[in-house]
Nanobody, 121 residues
Framework: QVQLVESGGGLVQAGGSLRLSCAAS????????WGWYRQAPGEQRDLVAG???????IYVDSVKGRFTISRDNAKNTVYLQMNNLKFEDTAVYYC???????????????WGQGIQVTVSS
């Protein structure tokens, strides 16, 4: 049973930094695409950043130049380095992975449990 486990959230002052990590437990698969999403109270869950299997990143405009997504395929882990955090970055952050089991062509969608990031103004 694959699980995505997030870590690194917390409380930080505006202008500060946090680094989120998300590791996929288990074996016998590869992660095709990783994504970080966030959901503020009363809002929908939105994509923040994603990274393809080739390592190409994409970012929502509001975080460009401040956030960096990266991946470690050997560890089945994705990271989100968040710098110059703003109050409006406050949300629950979720990682998402598109997994392909070894020997399979189907893609399975997995979500982490979510981790709180709070930026004080």
């Amino acid at each position: 049973q694959v699980q995505l486990v997030e870590s690194g959230g917390g409380l930080v002052q505006a202008g500060g930094s946090l680094r989120l990590s998300c590791a996929a437990s288990g074996s016998g698969f590869r992660v095709k695409t990783w994504g970080w999403y966030r959901q503020a109270p009363g809002e929908q869950r939105d994509l923040v950043a994603g990274i393809t299997s080739e390592g190409r990143p994409i970012y929502v405009d509001s975080v460009k130049g401040r956030f960096t997504i990266s991946r470690d395929n050997a560890k089945n882990t994705v990271y989100l380095q968040m710098n110059n955090l703003k109050f409006e970055d406050t949300a629950v952050y979720y990682c998402n992975a598109d997994l392909v089991p070894n020997g399979d062509l189907r893609v399975y969608d997995y979500w982490g449990q979510g981790i709180q990031v709070t930026v004080s103004s």
